[in-house]
């Protein structure tokens, strides 16, 4: 072995020590404090050695160079030695930001960045869910529910409402959330009660309840109440609809996994969710395109100022088109779908303005059904009130992703190699592609990928504890975007 092989592997060695050291320090934060760590956003919650070195390395994106584990173990440290409260804590941050503040005392510096929840609770109050519908989005909420109530607490899923499909109904539905064709196998175990109609999923009692009415149920009767209901079968969009759900016994509020009509407000967690009233019983949370677009939508029109634009989105195929060519009352939509790219219409870029209503009359939009089963793109055309430089706006872009407050809806890419398949799994409501940002006078072209299958879940249970009063509070604080 050459010189430089043998520091090699005594620098990797050195790298698994410290995180190895650091493992049982996050999951004492984690156990006696109800805090979750992460580093620059990459939980370290349920990470492995590796995870941890990975999460460090990913950290040139943000302090253009590899953060050392050395930085990060003292902060580690330091904090389960602190009395703190119910947080997400970002242990890169508060490494990096110690490292140019120029101070000697690392304990001081953490106590005044997280003052506000020295001191605090660790106890969150619970607040039960119930998933009316348990198809393709029903699913995945339901694994990043049970995923939730293991990290941070708060929501716990209580039980899912459907219309029973026959012999074997319970069975066959908790396969398809054991097996995920396009989102791999369920992290964790599922067994079956097929005498009480339960799935079990990581010790989460599941209540599958057959019923086609949602103002017929009486959840209090299986020790649930104050539910918040989220509707993700698109049968009712309107306030009249969506009250039903709360006729039945229960049920405190609904949120629905489409965009709302008429007077039901449309949020974009990360954009209006301030506009969430204790008052309001029907929300919803619009559309994957919707989320998708909007964050993005939103810094460059502070920024730079949007007089007009079109969004063109690139989406693939969903439930409501055929599989082979067949009778559909939608345009188009009755052509295979695995066969066709199908020209159709999106509401989304209507829908911008019930965010953002400085949006209004402003975006038109069409969208392509292309034949893949998950992750989309929105191409934003847009005019501006300046002119912009296409490295000025990419570096605008890559901050609001890494240090603004809208860190968790917008990501960056700048890889001359990424292809949709990239994305699933992102947590992100959407992803620009820095490599294919077009500027021309005041003419801005982005290119905005987006999971409009799992990245908008999240963005759904984003919503959901904001509503139920669960969502912990995140450290430290990041800028706005315009502070940027």
Known sequence: MTANAQADQNNWDEKIALAQEMLPLISQLHRNHDVVTSIFGRLLVGATDIDIIKSHRYARRVTDHELPLDQ????????????????????????????????????AYLEAELAEILGGSSELKHTDVVLYGFGRIGRLLARILIAREATYGGVRLRAVVVRSKGEGDLVKRASLLRRDSVHGAFDGTITVDEENNVIWANGTRIQVIYSDDPAAIDYTSYGIDDAIVVDNTGRWRDREGLSRHLQSKGVARVVLTAPGKGDVKNIVYGINHGDITADDQVLSAASCTTNGITPVLKVVNDRYGVQHGHVETVHSFTNDQ???????????????????????????????????????GKLTGNAIRVPTPDVSMAVLNLTLEKEVDREEVNNFLRKVTLHSNLRQQIDYINSPEVVSTDFVGSTHAGIVDGLATIATGNHLVLYVWYDNEFGYSNQVIRIVEEVAGTRPQVLPRRLEPAQL
């Open 322 to 360: 055929n599989l082979i060519d067949n009778y559909h009352k939608g345009d188009r939509r009755g052509r295979a779908a695995g066969l066709n790219m199908v020209l159709t219409e999106t509401g989304a870029a209507k829908a911008v303005a019930k965010a953002l209503p400085e949006f209004e």
């Open 72 to 107: 990060t173990l003292p902060v580690l440290r330091e904090l389960v030695n602190l009395n703190l409260g119910t947080a997400s804590i970002d242990v890169g941050s508060l490494a990096a930001g110690f490292a140019r503040s120029g101070e000697t005392d690392l304990r």
